[in-house]
Each structure stands twice: as structure tokens, then as C-alpha cells.
């Protein structure tokens, strides 16, 4: 838990989303509802940067039984959910219930917020109100993720920003050579200030925010929503040809020795 904290934003809602994504099939399974018993971080491994569990010695089909509502109270260590009985004499809904509520605690509290972009942060305090509260089920719940990946997709919870990239001078056709590095967090390299952005307009943002950065590019390499990573400069050193890249410089920055 610790390692995944120190990666990008980005890459710790790929994990939280393909739980969600599990524990709906598990909720919508041919089986019927599945519940995870022994539901810990443990369970689960990364395949090529995707959630799956390992073990299903403890998983199971049954709901608990019931007679009266008052049969169907949901314990954890912190909190207690009422739930109703079904007709069926069954308590609704609790295998589902269970794993969402195992999901917030144990992953999307320590995954969810930390670094999020500042639009995005009022949509996943709801997430984790309705999860944390049980709710949302997890119908609700995929739905919300969705949203969020939309909107963080489509550079929509970019508007209503101030435009900054007229603050920068777009040199086409030259890229840096050995530029001096500083570093950032949460960075997609551990050598300097690598981070995923929508556009130019939002890298401009993110530069004109720290007061080491005097350019970026727009790099070739890109992220699992398709989105560019931007590398963040404090100062490019030497200017060279190339046809398929733009760097992008602060008017501020003294550029005559450079060009």
C-alpha cells in the first residue's frame, strides 16, 4: 500500500476502478452474488497493471439467512449496517454490501484522494461518502467511477481555469538536450517531473504552479487513458532540431544564450 501511494494519481484510480469493475461481476455472476470472506489487500495482485484476486478458498454463494430485519445487521469493526429481509428469507443484498464496504475501507480511502486534480476531488468525497455509508451499491458505485474516468478523459473538469499558455512561447520542430531535471510528486519517473496532463493549456497550469519550472514538452509516451505525459524543466540548457516535437517556455525565462 505504501508503494502504490507514492504513484501517480492517475494509475491508483485504474486500481480502485477495476475493483469496482470485479466486484460487480462478483455481485452479477452466473453463480449469484458473490461474497469475499477473507477480503484484504493480500488477496490481490497486479497483472499488467490490473486488480485480480488470487484466492477464492473463501469466497461464497450464500446470503445470510433471515426471519426479520433485525437477523441482517452487517458488523465491521467500525460500523453496523441495518438490512432488510427478503420474502426469500434471505438478507438482501448483504454479499454485495459486503464487498463494497471492504473495497472503501481497505482501498479507496487511502487510494482514491490523495492528489487527485482539484475538480475532480468534490465527485470522489462522494464516492467515498455513498461507499463509506453503503449508500450507493455497487450498480451506484460503477456508474460514479465512470463519471469521474469521463470526465478526467475529456479535459472537461478543466474548464472555468484561467488560460495560461499565452504565458509561454511554442518553440515547433526543437526539443531539449540534457535539460536539468527537478523533481516532483507524484512523478511517472523517479529522475525528474514526468506527469500525465489533458493538453498544453494544463501542463502551462501545472509549470506556471511550481516555481522551479521554466518549460515543458509534450512527450510521445502516454498514459492508460490516452492522455500525454508532460515533462517539466528548470531549465533547458541547449535547444535542438527535432520535427515532431514543441517545447514550451516561459516568456519570463531568459532565452537569448539558448536560441
Known sequence: MIQLLQTPWEERFKICLGLVELLFYLAHSPLGSIVLLDFQPRQFVMVDGNVKVTDMDDASTEELSCEKDNDCTLDFPT??????????????????????????????????????????????????????????????????????????????????????????????????????????????SHLGCLLSVHSPEEAAAICSSQPQCQSFIITQQRTWTGRPLASFQSSPTVLIPDTTAVVYIKRSASLGRRL
Not at 490523495?114 to 461507499?131: E, G, K, M, V, Y
Not at 478523459?153 to 531539449?176: A, E, H, N, V
Open 79 to 188: 460500523k453496523s449496517f441495518p438490512l432488510q429481509c427478503s420474502s426469500a428469507g434471505k438478507c438482501e443484498g448483504i454479499n454485495e454490501k459486503r464487498n463494497l464496504f471492504n473495497a472503501y475501507r481497505y482501498f479507496f480511502t487511502y487510494l482514491l484522494p490523495h492528489s487527485a486534480p482539484p475538480a475532480l476531488q468534490p465527485f470522489l468525497s462522494d464516492i467515498l461518502n455513498a461507499t463509506g455509508n453503503l449508500r450507493y451499491g455497487i450498480n451506484e458505485t460503477l456508474r460514479a467511477f465512470e463519471k469521474v474516468l469521463h470526465l478526467y478523459k475529456s479535459g472537461l473538469y478543466l474548464q472555468k481555469r484561467p488560460l495560461l499558455l499565452k504565458d509561454y512561447i511554442s518553440l515547433q520542430g526543437f526539443r531539449t538536450e540534457e535539460a536539468e531535471a527537478y523533481k516532483c510528486w507524484p512523478s511517472y
